[in-house]
């Protein structure tokens, strides 16, 4: 009777006998059906589509014919759109790294010295969350528009400059790489600071040395969430940076709006993907050894 | 009746993202207490669209223009119309508020209307791209519809528009000749004019004294006056393009590259006197007197004028020589099922007491002179909304002419834009 279970797996059948604890799933596999469904519709689904469109060429508007043509990566790397790739990633980088420098410290604060006013605090990072993304951004023009705030007080006018569009970046990604941080953070055992402290470590050593390391996991993930999103940026750049700080989202766009061209759109869009799946590949290694290395 | 334009909100967005639209015109319009034009409102809407598919990447990929590969009806209509009966049913297809509620009660109340009892079933669009996707799925079964010059090209080589008899039309005699026969159209059997704007520039005249009058001349004074405060020329590729190739005195609809390496010459010689390059959100900005020279289109440029009317400082111009113009216009779809009576609608709209009111109503010039000279002088007499027939006469109506074009466009205004 005991071995005439519904589901008859090789472990079940054979430790059924011998041992009482079973490491076969508590759960049927279908049970995963929704979301494995929802996963190949919408996200393979629609990048087949994707890339099915790059290889097309178009012979008309919004017209195109399915074959194998490579024309559109060769436009791809034409100087322009290269330069914009150029553009996009570095401006990217730029807003990583500012985030960093902004998060980083906000997140070691909260949870290091926060105590039970910890939740209050990550909720207030999270509260402008609630509000639409685009309104946020028309937000921050009004205190960076040269007829603002900033610029009459402080006579700092940032509109319509890189500047701006890195601070929208930062504004709209922040809440992003200090969720990550702050958990791997508050997971930290701080009397190992404690202890480097004890065995005459400075404090920026024990930091570099212990604290660092311990939060590597979530620093990458948290950097990576900002950094890919922010390469596929659109609104920002066209609202805060007055249309000149092209991003290759903007191109992707025009090319299938204005252009009405799915397939270069595309081209460019799975250029994009390639591009970064590079960043993806350093986030698997570091997390990976978090698995071996990790509590 | 124009002085309700100031409270007044009118907005055209893709329909799914209305609500998220609406909230966010009504921030933007309470950050500045300005509302938002009928193209500022397109250029919006596109915005915001992208802003909520950006995550997901896959959902622009959902072709909404002209893919229909040659539909199968395909009849270009032409039969006379003469002496069959009045059908009981006008099935409008339309932008919203784009026309007056008087227009549709005293339509109804022509004796010959009443006697067939004609009812007016009116649904809205809110883009060409929608319109023609509609089209395109067939047995959409509407009488009237309102393209622009773009889409009514588009349907007209789809064989998607009736010819229109104009025995049907007399009053077609008010409208303006010189919007009879276009370049979307060049029989002049397929559309009637609706109503049309321009394109044209404005100038802080405290700060740039000189007189400006071509859309060359805006160009040249761009890198001149940038650093005495912000310009902006109007964003998009169907923008800068054909504009700069006006500016030349070249054919806006231009298929020839050295036409665009012309146009390419001059926006890179002037990008750097360019501070933005905007469509969406200029009109509250020049309105708060912070932009200092700038493209625009006549009715928001009549909006900025009138809001910087207590400091007097701006001056609009609509240019003399080349400039864009564009129309929307009144058809029939080939395969409408009520075609009498459409064209009823259509003639109805041409007479001179029915623009009048409908000028009123929408504040757009509808080329009909008749009706111009009975408007109260803040229309007539103001011409950044009755831009003389003598200067639209030379402006041009900018078409997606072919793939190839559309790309050479893009492509020159890509560089143009990241060359910052």
């Known amino acids: 009777m005991t071995v005439d279970t519904a589901v008859p797996t090789p472990e079940a059948t054979t430790s059924g006998v011998g041992r009482r604890r079973s490491f076969k799933p508590r759960y049927p596999a279908w049970l995963a059906l929704p979301s494995l469904a929802y996963q190949i519709i919408f996200f393979i689904g ?33 100087p322009t759109y290269l330069g914009i790739f150029a553009r996009t990633l570095a401006m990217a980088a730029g807003g990583t790294i500012l985030t960093i420098l902004v998060g980083y410290p906000v997140a070691y604060w909260m949870a290091r010295y926060l105590g039970n006013n910890k939740l209050i605090a990550l909720l207030l990072i999270i509260v402008p969350f609630w509000t639409s993304f685009l309104i946020r951004t028309y937000a921050l023009k009004i205190i960076l528009d040269s007829h603002g705030y900033l610029a009459q007080t402080l006579h700092v006018d940032l509109m319509y400059s890189a500047w701006a569009v890195g601070i929208g970046l930062v504004y709209n990604y922040l809440p992003l790489f200090i969720l990550p941080v702050f958990s791997s953070l508050e997971r930290m055992d701080w009397t190992l600071i404690e202890a480097a402290n004890d065995l005459s470590a400075k404090p920026f050593s024990a930091f570099r040395q212990v604290t660092l390391p311990l939060t ?27 249309g000149k700080f092209v991003f290759i989202g903007n191109v992707i766009g025009d090319a299938f709006n204005s252009a009405q061209n799915p397939p270069f759109g595309s081209a460019l869009a799975i250029s994009l993907m390639l591009a970064l799946s590079v960043f993806v590949v350093i986030y698997i290694l570091v997390a990976t050894k978090e698995e071996r290395f990790g509590s | 009746m124009s002085q ?22 009504r921030e933007v319009q309470e950050a500045v207490g300005q509302p938002i034009s009928r193209r500022q409102a397109l250029s919006l809407g596109g915005l915001a669209v992208l802003g909520l598919s950006a995550a997901a990447c896959g959902t622009a990929s959902t072709g909404t223009g002209g893919g229909g590969s040659a539909a199968p009806s395909g009849s270009t209509g032409g039969t006379s119309l003469a002496g069959k009966p009045i059908e009981n049913m006008l099935e409008i297809f339309n932008w919203s508020e784009y026309d007056d509620p008087s227009t549709y009660e005293n339509f109804k109340k022509q004796s010959e209307i009443t006697a067939a009892g004609t009812q007016i079933h009116e649904t809205y669009y809110s883009s060409n791209d929608e319109l023609l996707a509609k089209m395109n799925a067939g047995g959409a079964g509407y009488d009237i519809i309102v393209p622009t010059q773009n889409a009514v090209a588009q349907l007209l080589q789809e064989n998607k528009l009736m010819k229109l008899d ?21 029989t002049g ?89 905007v469509a969406s959100d200029y009109i509250n900005d020049a309105s708060a007197g912070k932009i200092i020279l700038g493209q625009g289109w006549n009715g928001d440029m009549r909006r900025i004028v009138q809001a910087r009317k207590a400091q007097g400082d701006i001056t609009a111009i609509n240019p003399t020589g080349k400039s864009e113009i564009w129309a929307d216009s009144w ?48 229309l ?41």
């Open chain 1, 46 to 78: 629609a990048m087949s589509i994707l890339v099915a469109f790059s290889f097309a060429t178009q012979t008309g508007f919004n017209q195109i014919t399915y074959g194998f043509s490579l024309e559109q990566y060769k436009q791809v790397l034409d």
């Open chain 1, 216 to 242: 590597l996991p979530g620093f990458v993930t948290g950097a990576l969430l900002v950094f890919i999103p922010m390469t596929g940026e659109y609104v920002i750049p066209a609202i805060l940076g007055g």
């Open chain 2, 4 to 25: 309700k334009e100031p409270n007044q909100i009118r907005i055209l967005a893709p329909r799914d993202v209305k609500p998220k639209l609406d909230y966010l015109a």
């Open chain 2, 166 to 186: 104009m025995s049907l039309i007399p009053n077609i005699s008010n409208i303006n000749a010189s919007f009879l026969k276009t370049n979307f159209d060049p």
């Open chain 2, 189 to 277: 059997e397929y559309h009637v004019a609706k109503d049309f704007g321009t394109t044209g520039f404005y100038y802080n005249n405290t700060i740039i004294t000189e007189k400006l009058e071509t859309m060359m001349d805006f160009y040249n004074a761009l890198p001149k006056y940038v650093s005495k405060g912000r310009t902006n020329v109007l964003d998009g590729a169907e923008e800068v393009v054909p504009l700069a190739l006006l500016a030349l005195g070249l054919d806006a609809n231009t298929d020839k590259d050295e036409d665009f390496a012309a146009a390419k010459d001059l926006l890179m010689k002037i990008r750097p006197g360019v501070t933005t390059i």
């Open chain 2, 331 to 378: 058809c029939i779809p080939s395969d409408a099922p009520h075609p009498v009576a459409a064209h009823h609608w259509i003639n109805w709209l041409c007479t001179p007491t029915v623009a009048v009111k409908e000028m009123e109503y929408h504040n757009y010039p509808i080329p009909m002179q008749s009706a111009i000279d009975q408007l109260g002088p803040e």
């Open chain 2, 380 to 420: 007539k007499d103001d011409p950044l909304f009755n831009v003389p027939t003598s200067l639209t006469d030379n402006y041009e109506y900018i078409l997606n002419v072919s793939p190839e074009v559309v790309q050479k466009r893009t492509k020159i205004y890509t560089d143009f834009k990241a060359a910052g």
